[in-house]
């Protein structure tokens, strides 16, 4: 089965979905250090793509993100779509905002 990795971060998400047999077509994360680590843990046989978008500021049908991951995936069959929480002990909405 064929999954993207959306809100990807260094790639745990699909590191588990490749393990189960899956293939991961391609990763979005708006840090560039994710996505260089995402890229440098790929598997350089496989044709994934890598996004270094914010998704959350334009993920409508005509918008840029939608457009880059259509034409990466234009002749792809998509079984699913994956995507990592925050991770709480950076994200600014997770416990790095707690005071305790």
Not at 11 to 38: H, P, V, Y
Not at 51 to 75: H, Q, T, V
Request: aromatic share 8%.
């Amino acid at each position: 089965m064929n999954v993207i990795d959306l809100f990807a971060g260094c790639g745990g998400f699909s590191l588990g979905f490749k393990q189960e047999n899956f293939r991961i077509l391609g990763c979005a994360d708006w840090e560039s250090r994710c996505i260089e680590t995402l890229k440098i843990n790929s598997n350089r046989k496989d044709s994934m793509f890598f996004l270094e978008e914010d998704l959350r500021l334009s993920f409508e049908p005509s918008g840029k993100n939608s457009a880059a991951i259509i034409k990466n995936l234009s002749s792809t069959e998509v079984n699913g779509i994956i995507g990592g929480p925050p991770c709480q002990a950076y994200s600014l909405a997770g416990r790095v905002q707690d005071e305790h």
